[in-house]
Every structure is written in structure tokens, then in C-alpha cells.
């Protein structure tokens, strides 16, 4: 193989502020400066957002204007930007192949905060890095590869349903794995919904009907997801049903395994008096039509949520459940008085804000405590239950009896979602709810192409919520199957046929088959089956492979930039 | 003298430890500026030659990390990694580099605590031995 002769990088540096994010830390002038030193760099700029429309047609227009043939933007990571900017620099006429990002932010401002001195160096070094990088990147092609129509759903809940019937409506196949015996979710153990009290067993029914009746949906209920390999278009799946694996072939997967309801063991007199329940033993006494009529009822709110440490989050349906509640027992019984102990009420939005209007008015009385002095429930030998609480508006102790107190729990992680995190390799979030790829401008996919989340699996929704986010889901996740395609990474091993000297180690240590013998016993890449590891380069005794984009050269270079100087 | 501030190489493949090292950031979970990180697809993709490389060129330490033990995006690729680690560290004990230079963590894409840990212990450890003795022999020349 004769080598193309080079043509002399000239590199282009782009710098990123972030706003604060990293301009708050990092000396980024300094940082400009610097980089128009380091050798083949022949332009280098600051960004106040270089992911902005600004920012990109800045990169756009300097690589015309400077003749640029590589490019480096040092700001995040390149896991969430760098398709972006490698468009830019596709736009721009430049191989997407020939730009790298050094990662100041993500793995520099927001970890070295009160360093600036040592931040700036860093984020210098991490440049430098970038560079010496970009001089050895060459020109990929990428293949095209076939998307399987077809979607796996984890969790039949209103949020897997929605998104499954979606899809399916768009002609694609879609499996849904259910680990209960049946569909439904949270939804099928409430009663009637906030804000617009509708029955909830006909709101299910009528989409658990639509889901069974669809042909192009396969319900597997009792099932787990055991295994997951493989990339978009391809996942090859593993699910048990009854005891028994099944293997499936997915193009596209969205995780939609809700949440739990939190249990308040030990809290406020739960378990231990029978009139203390949580909202959710409270919906399945109004279903069941087995609330007797109670004088007084007393909710408490953030119980278990919004902690100082441990849970720290608003699980944001609490309040407009509590009002609900409220509501419904004063329709079935206008003499029952009731109380609401809040410590912030978040009825937000119209809909719920109107709720908490009518609860008023109907004389629902709501007092707010502080989380420096929460509520105290105590009861009497015949059960009778008595709430201590400080009332910050009358800044005073009050003191009530009731027959019924309801704590307001928060939705919390299903107890297996880092199982689940682990065999699809998304990340969770501090909370344990599912992480997205970016909060705000990839609000429903996860870094990894392919895989989506929506409803509560990802954080505590409303069913409304949660639909929106289903149906979202469903139309990125058919954005692939559509067009039936997707570029394929470039990132592949080749083998240099006259070092090879047919040893058979990278045939054997690929780990999918990717690397057979040809018929003079030289090692030969199925490049479509390579995955991309550099697991066979890294074995070769004779150095014949070659990782598209992640060379030895290359990576070496990167490394010792960083020790120069 | 001023305190020593150690130079660490990390070889972090793209799917779990490089993630584990951006979740840190996000996060804002805060750790010493000594690392350079260099992102590769997967761990498998470490060649013994990369991390001697880096010794010879002065790295105080090297920090190889990946998914953890079944949970490597391309199968296996780990396991490689761990095997390699250990024959580096075999020679430079016989090169007379303290192995502790070398180390090989696995780090999930939900772990950023754990990233921000381990750069903050492998820091404290390679600030006891002292800077690369390749580094002194240059000076003494
Ligand atoms: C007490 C209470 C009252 C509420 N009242 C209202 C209300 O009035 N109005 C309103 O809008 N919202 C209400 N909600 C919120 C509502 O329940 C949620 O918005 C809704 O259930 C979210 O739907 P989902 O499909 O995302 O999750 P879920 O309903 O939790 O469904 C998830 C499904 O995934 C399955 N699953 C989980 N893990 C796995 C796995 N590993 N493999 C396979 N399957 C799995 C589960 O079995 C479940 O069927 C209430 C919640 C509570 C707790
Ligand atoms: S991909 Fe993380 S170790 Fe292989």
C-alpha cells in the first residue's frame, strides 16, 4: 500500500466560553493565545457558544477563509457535540473525519471549579492534546448500515403503550416487555386522575385495548430484558419470558420502566397505626369505594422528598395528588373536614393551579410547615391520631385531630434500574432516575445512539407529562427506522497485508468474528461485522493493524502532548 | 519547594469511563487537576507500548479505565486491558518504576463519584512516590 502524500495540516482552533461554564474557570484568552503557538495551528478563536448558530457559522466561515484542513473546538464533550460540529465541518466542504474536541468543560471547569490557575493549564494541555491529534487525523467514509424496523419497548405503563401504539401507527414493529402479568403501570392502581378527574381505569383500558388490538405490536408480559448487544439498527436483545430467553432483533429501544412509589416505613406513624396511609393506599380505598366517612383527614406533603440529604428532589406530582384526593373526598363527603400540611405547594400550570383554586374554595384548609419543623403525628389508645404541626403563616404551633392522616410520597427509582442501566449502558442520574444526553437540548435520548426514555423512568411525571415524552420518543426513535438506514462509524480496522505475518491472534481475539484468513492464510476485516474495539490492534505482534481515526500514531501523539513542556 | 504536582496520563474508553468522567463534571463532583485524558473506543484498545510510551516520556502515572467486568461495550475488551496492565506492570517492576504508577480501574457511565475518587487517590499515591525517575536522570544530566 503506497502511502498518500500528506498535505500539511493547518489547524483551527475554536475556543468556548459556554458562558460561564467554562469562561468562569478557565482563562480562555489565555488559553487562544496559547493555542496559536502550538505548530499547524493557523487560526485559533474565542466562543462565547461555539454550538451556537453563531458559533458554527464562525467554524464554517474560517475554514473557507484560512484554508483550514483540520479543526479543534475545545469546550464540552464530544459525546453529546461532536456530530454537531462535525457537520459544520462537513458544511464547510472538510471531512467530518478530520475534527477532534478537546473536552474543557465536562472534564475540566465543572471538576476543577475553585482552580482557575490549574483549570487554564489543563484546558492549554487538553488543547495541545486536540492538536496533536488533529495533525494525524485522515479523511473516513462512513458505510451505510440497515436499521431493523423494528422497536423493542421496556415497561407497558402509559408511557411504554403511548410510545409503542406511536410507532406502530407508523408501520413499525414494536415488542413490548412487561415485567408484571399485565400492562398498566402506576395508572391501573390510581382511581380517578388530576387535573381533569377522569375515570383511570378507562383511561387505561381503552389504551391497553388499542395496544392488544394493534398487529403490529408483540406483548411480552412477565418478561425481562436480560441482554443487550449490539448498536443502532442492530441490538440484538435477550429477553426472558416465563424462565425462557428469547432473542429478539431491535433497530431502535425506548426505556420507559416508570417508578416506584416510595414506602414511608417508620415515618409518621406508618405501619405502625392503620390510619396513617400514603396517597397510593389511598387511591385503592376510593377505587374500591372502601373509604368510610371520615370527620377529619390530614395530608402531609413532601414526605420523603425534597430532604436535605438523601432524596433531594420534588417529585412534582405529589401536590396536584394531594389536591385531587382532597377534591374527591369532599364530593363524597361535604362534611369531612380536610387539612393539607404543605411546605411549598407546586401546582403548576393552569390545570393544577385551577385544582388548588376550587380546593380552596371549597374550604379545604392548607397550612404550610418548614422543614426545620416538620409535622409530628402521635395517636391515642383508640387510634385516634393527633398532628402537631408549626403553621408558618400564623408562626405558631397548631395542633390537630383526625381520623385519617395521608402522607404524600414521592415516586422513586424502580429498585432495578441500574440493573437495567448496566445491560443497556445508559447512564442514571445522582437521583437514580434515568439520564439523559443533555437536559436541555437532548431532553428525551441518551448518549448512545438508538436508545430513548421517556414517562417517569427518567424523572417524576404526570400521565400528561409522560405522554408527551412517549410521544416524542416515538418519533425520534422513528427517525432511523424510516429511512431504513444508518451511517455507520468509520471507526474500523484495516490490516496492512504486507506485515501481516498470519499469526491468527486478531482472529482469534476479535470478539465478532470480524477478521478471517484469506486464502494465502493473511489476516482480512469484514468491516461492516468490525465494531470498532481496537482490540486487535492493540495484540498484533507485527503492528499490521491500523484503528481508522484512533491509530497508534494518533493516540500516541495525543498522549505525549500532554507531557511536553 | 513547591508541591509536587503529578502529570497522569488516563486512557479512558468512550463508553463507560469517559462518560463516568463527564458525569463527574456535570455533577460538579470536584477533583485534582492532574489528569490528561486521552479517549479511546475501548480499553482493549490500550496497547502495552502506549502506556511505556508515556513513562519513558515522563507521565508520572498512567491511569488505564473501563467498563466494569461484563460490561465492556465490545464484549471483552477489558479483560484484554487487565491482562496488558498487568505484564506493563510486571516490567516496570523490573525497570525499577513502582507498578502503583500504573493502574487499571473500571469506571461505569453512571459513576462519576467513583471517577472523581480514583483520580483523587491515584493523585495522593503518585504525590507520595515523588515524580518519574526518568525525569530526575534528566536533570542529574
Ligand atoms: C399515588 C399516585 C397518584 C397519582 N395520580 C396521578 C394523577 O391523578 N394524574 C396524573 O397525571 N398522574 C398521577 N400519578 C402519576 C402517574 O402514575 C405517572 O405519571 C405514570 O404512571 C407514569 O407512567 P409510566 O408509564 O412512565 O410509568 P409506570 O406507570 O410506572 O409504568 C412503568 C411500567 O414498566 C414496568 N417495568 C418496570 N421495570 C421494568 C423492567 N425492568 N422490565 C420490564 N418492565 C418494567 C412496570 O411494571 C410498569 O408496568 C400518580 C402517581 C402516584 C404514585
Ligand atoms: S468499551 Fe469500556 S472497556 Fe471496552
Partial sequence: ?565 | MAEFNPKIVAFLCNWCSYAGADLAGVSRIQYPPSIRVVRVMCSGRINPAFILDAFKNGADGVLVAGCHPGDCHYIAGNYKAQRRVLLVQKLMEAFGLEPERLRLEWVSASEGDRFASVVKDMTAEIRKLGPNPIKMLEVED
Avoid at chain 1, 495551528?41 to 457559522?57: D, F, K, M
Avoid at chain 1, 385495548?209 to 439498527?233: H, P
Avoid at chain 1, 430532604?307 to 412534582?316: A, I, M, N, V
Wanted: aromatic letters at 6%.
Fill in chain 1, 1 to 565: 500500500m503506497a502511502t498518500p502524500k500528506k498535505e500539511i495540516p493547518r489547524v483551527g482552533v475554536f475556543v468556548c466560553h459556554c458562558g460561564i461554564n467554562i469562561g468562569g474557570v478557565v482563562k480562555v484568552s489565555e488559553v487562544v493565545e496559547f493555542a496559536k503557538t502550538i505548530p499547524d495551528v493557523a487560526y485559533a478563536e474565542a466562543n462565547l457558544y461555539t454550538c451556537s448558530s453563531e458559533g458554527i457559522s464562525k467554524i464554517k466561515e474560517a475554514i473557507k477563509k484560512y484554508n483550514l484542513n483540520r479543526v479543534v473546538v475545545a469546550s464540552c464533550t464530544p459525546r453529546t457535540h461532536e456530530p454537531l460540529f462535525r457537520n459544520a465541518c462537513e458544511e464547510a466542504g472538510l471531512n467530518k473525519y478530520l475534527f477532534e474536541m478537546a473536552n474543557i468543560r465536562d472534564q475540566c471547569s465543572w471538576a476543577h471549579m475553585h482552580e482557575p490557575e490549574k483549570a487554564t493549564t489543563k484546558a492549554k494541555d487538553l488543547v495541545k492534546m486536540a492538536v496533536a491529534k488533529a495533525r494525524l487525523l485522515e479523511p473516513q467514509d462512513e458505510p451505510e448500515i440497515d436499521v431493523t424496523p423494528s422497536a423493542l419497548v421496556i415497561g407497558g405503563g402509559i408511557s411504554g403503550m403511548t410510545a409503542a401504539l406511536s410507532m406502530a401507527n407508523q408501520g413499525f414493529n414494536v415488542n413490548i416487555v412487561e415485567r408484571e402479568p399485565e400492562l398498566g403501570g402506576m395508572l391501573a392502581k390510581l382511581h380517578m386522575l388530576c387535573p381533569n378527574f377522569e375515570d383511570a381505569s378507562k383511561a387505561l383500558s381503552s389504551i391497553v385495548d388499542a395496544v392488544k388490538s394493534n398487529q403490529k405490536i408483540n406483548v411480552l408480559t412477565s418478561s425481562e430484558v436480560e441482554d443487550v448487544k449490539g448498536f443502532i439498527g442492530n441490538f440484538d436483545v435477550t429477553v426472558k419470558k416465563d424462565d425462557k430467553p428469547l432473542k429478539l432483533n431491535q433497530g431502535t429501544i425506548v426505556v420507559a420502566t416508570g417508578a416506584e412509589n416510595f414506602e414511608p416505613i417508620n415515618m409518621y406513624g406508618y405501619k405502625s397505626n392503620e390510619n396513617v396511609l400514603t396517597q397510593m393506599q389511598l387511591e385503592k380505598l376510593l377505587k374500591t369505594g372502601d373509604l368510610r366517612k371520615p370527620d377529619k383527614v390530614v395530608m402531609i406533603q413532601c414526605v420523603g422528598a425534597r430532604e436535605e440529604k438523601g432524596r433531594q428532589y420534588c417529585s412534582r406530582i405529589c401536590c396536584g395528588v394531594a389536591i385531587k384526593n382532597a377534591l374527591i373526598i369532599k364530593d363524597l363527603y361535604p362534611e369531612t373536614e380536610l387539612f393539607i400540611i404543605f411546605r411549598d405547594l407546586q401546582t403548576y400550570g393552569q390545570e393544577y393551579e385551577a385544582c388548588y383554586t376550587e380546593a380552596r374554595e371549597k374550604g379545604v384548609h392548607f397550612i404550610k410547615y418548614t422543614s426545620s419543623n416538620p409535622p409530628e403525628v402521635s395517636s391515642n389508645s383508640e387510634g385516634k391520631l393527633t398532628i402537631k404541626t408549626y403553621d408558618a403563616f400564623l408562626k405558631e404551633m397548631v395542633e390537630l385531630e383526625s381520623d385519617l392522616v395521608v402522607l404524600s410520597t414521592p415516586l422513586i427509582p424502580q429498585k432495578d434500574a441500574e440493573k437495567l442501566s448496566k445491560i443497556l449502558k445508559v447512564p442514571l442520574g445522582s437521583d437514580g432516575f434515568f439520564f439523559e444526553a443533555h437536559v436541555k437540548l437532548r431532553p428525551i435520548d441518551f448518549a448512545t445512539d438508538g436508545i430513548f426514555v421517556c414517562g417517569s423512568a427518567h424523572s417524576p411525571k404526570d400521565i400528561s407529562e409522560s405522554i408527551s415524552q412517549a410521544l416524542g420518543v416515538a418519533s425520534r426513535a422513528a427517525i432511523p427506522m424510516a429511512n431504513k438506514h444508518v451511517r455507520a462509524d468509520a471507526i474500523t480496522s484495516i490490516i496492512n497485508e504486507d506485515l501481516c505475518s498470519g499469526c491468527g491472534t486478531c482472529v482469534r481475539i476479535c470478539p465478532y468474528g470480524a477478521i478471517q484468513k484469506n486464502e494465502i492464510g493473511i489476516a482480512q476485516v469484514t468491516s461492516v461485522v468490525c465494531k470498532g474495539c481496537g482490540t486487535c490492534a492493540a495484540s498484533c505482534p507485527e503492528k499490521a493493524i491500523t484503528m481508522r481515526h484512533f491509530t497508534d500514531d494518533q493516540i500516541t501523539a495525543q498522549a505525549l502532548a500532554a507531557l511536553e513542556g
